[in-house]
């Protein structure tokens, strides 16, 4: 069946091709031209942050503030059950262990369970706001200050939610509420921190590039093209969010009372319309026939061959995984094309 309405579409305006125009027309396409700095310095305004450092993609972000924060082999990280594995991987990348925390019932961790996975060998929390709805960030840094641990928030979700925590990582990927089509941003008040991320993405050259390098680093460096997109999304970000809020609240009222759904809690911000159906695999065959694209929900970290643990079963994440999808959700939806996908919602032929 032909995709009329795909899960996820950039939105991208004139200011992005001429931004980019401007930077292939300098000669600047590498990761030295002035997009990087300006859309670093834009981002890290917007957010209220004292440093951005761009690099190249969520991913990396992530990796990249585990190794600015030294935390590495025999080290334990606190990650979300509920997440896209990128934010497991980022703490293995950095030979340090995640510990699972199963989820609460709006996929964010539990943070009445953070405090019984703290061991002696704890070094950082990684709260991950699921679909753009902010974690409880007061009860995370609580505890990060009572037992003298790091936060680094996965904000890959979550464009306009304000980080609190040590460092923040964003992503950039096509999908994203703002897009550079592969990259990522990490913002923090530390300068410190911020140094010593922009150093390791580089190869940990030294300024007259002599090529002697002083430790083991990335080339996890975005290029001047990149970010000039980058820089353009930065620069609607007020209205993507706003028209996102427009979207949220479309999806809300056109899917009330739908027999075998449930509505998800409100988001801080619009990543994804995330929802529950208790025929979730036959509502998505029957979307798929209506040219309705849909993703099923992240499974658990412990269910995955790298981290299995026998108990995934037993998890509220797996629980969620079962019977969740999300339906398209993009900037640039139109008001048809959402009447037209809650109209094959509500088509779905409801059994008893």
């Known amino acids: 069946m032909t995709i009329v309405h795909p899960v996820s579409k950039p939105y991208l305006t004139d200011r992005e091709r001429d931004y980019v125009t401007d930077a292939v027309e300098s000669g600047w396409i590498s990761s030295q031209g002035p997009y990087v700095a300006r859309f670093e310095r834009a ?12 690099c190249s993609s969520g991913t990396t972000a992530l990796t990249l503030a585990l190794r600015a924060l030294d935390i ?46 703290i061991t002696p060998r704890t070094r950082a929390i990684m709260p991950v706001h699921v679909y753009g709805r902010r974690c ?7 505890l990060a200050h009572d037992y003298n641990l790091s936060v680094v928030e996965d904000s890959a979700e979550a464009h306009g939610v304000r980080p609190v925590g ?36 580089g190869m940990t050259f030294d300024p007259d590039h002599t090529f002697l ?58 990543w994804m319309y995330d929802l529950l159906h208790e025929r979730r695999d036959d509502l998505r065959t029957h979307l798929s026939s209506a040219g309705v694209e849909t993703r099923v929900f992240f499974k658990p ?7 299995l643990d026998p ?13 969740g999808l999300y339906l398209p959700t993009h900037t640039g939806l139109s008001t048809a094309d959402q009447d037209a996908i809650i109209d094959a919602v509500r088509s779905f032929p409801h059994e008893g």
Not at 44 to 52: E, L, P
Not at 93 to 116: K, M, Q, W
Not at 259 to 268: K, Q, V
Request: proline share 5%; net charge negative.
């Open 136 to 142: 409880d960030m007061d009860a995370v840094m609580a």
């Open 72 to 117: 590495g082999p025999g080290d334990e990280v606190i990650v979300p059950e509920f997440t896209m594995i990128a934010s497991a991987f980022a703490v293995t990348y950095n030979g340090a262990t995640p510990v699972f925390v199963d989820c609460a019932d709006d996929l964010d961790i539990d943070v009445t369970r953070i405090e019984e996975a």
């Open 301 to 307: 970290m412990s269910r995955q061959p790298m981290y």
């Open 166 to 201: 040590d460092i923040a990582c964003f992503s950039l990927f096509g999908n994203k509420i703002i897009t550079s089509g592969e990259g990522g941003i990490c913002l923090t008040d530390s300068p410190r921190l911020a140094a010593q991320m922009a150093h390791l993405r």
């Open 213 to 270: 390098h002083r430790k083991l680093a990335f080339n996890f460096r975005m290029t001047n093209l990149q970010a000039a997109v980058a820089l353009a999304q930065t620069e609607a970000l007020d209205e993507i969010l706003e028209r996102r809020r427009e979207i949220e609240k479309r999806y809300d009222a056109g899917l009330e009372h739908v027999p075998g759904l449930t509505r998800m809690p409100p988001r801080d911000v619009l």
């Open 311 to 323: 108990r995934w079963p037993e998890l509220a994440a797996h629980r969620y995984a079962e019977t």
């Open 43 to 54: 981002f890290a305004d917007w957010n209220g942050s004292a440093h951005g450092v761009a």
